[in-house]
């Protein structure tokens, strides 16, 4: 069985959130992905102290396929720089980890 991750992304909106969600689902970069609408984040960006209503993005893979997720990612988000980071997960119900390791496998139909 194959390590998984965690992926964070923070979006602008729910639409966004939703098409970025389905292009990893349909590439079988991700087996789910939430979407945490409400988020309020403040930051300093280029010398200025930011707010933003954003949308957080839970994105459950193998951590081997990182690197296809940061690219999905990245080719469709509208942001400069988007907050992509990932999290291994060090336990988890092992059905549940069984289930992200056979929905990400890269000899599925996509």
């Known amino acids: 069985m194959e390590s998984v991750s965690v992926v964070l992304c923070n979006v602008p ?6 098409s970025l969600a389905r292009l990893l689902l349909e ?3 991700a087996a789910c992905v939430n979407l945490l609408p409400g ?8 010398g200025a102290i930011e707010e933003a209503q954003e949308v957080t993005m839970l994105i459950k893979t193998v951590s081997s396929r990182y690197h296809e997720v940061e690219q999905a990612i990245r080719s469709v988000h509208p942001y400069d720089l988007p907050e992509i980071i990932c999290l291994p997960i060090h336990a988890g119900l092992p059905g549940f980890i069984d289930w992200i390791n056979v929905e990400t496998r890269k000899d599925q139909d996509v």
């Open 27 to 29: 590439k079988r970069l």
């Open 39 to 46: 988020v309020r984040s403040m930051y300093r960006w280029q």
């Open 13 to 18: 909106d729910q639409e966004t959130g939703r």
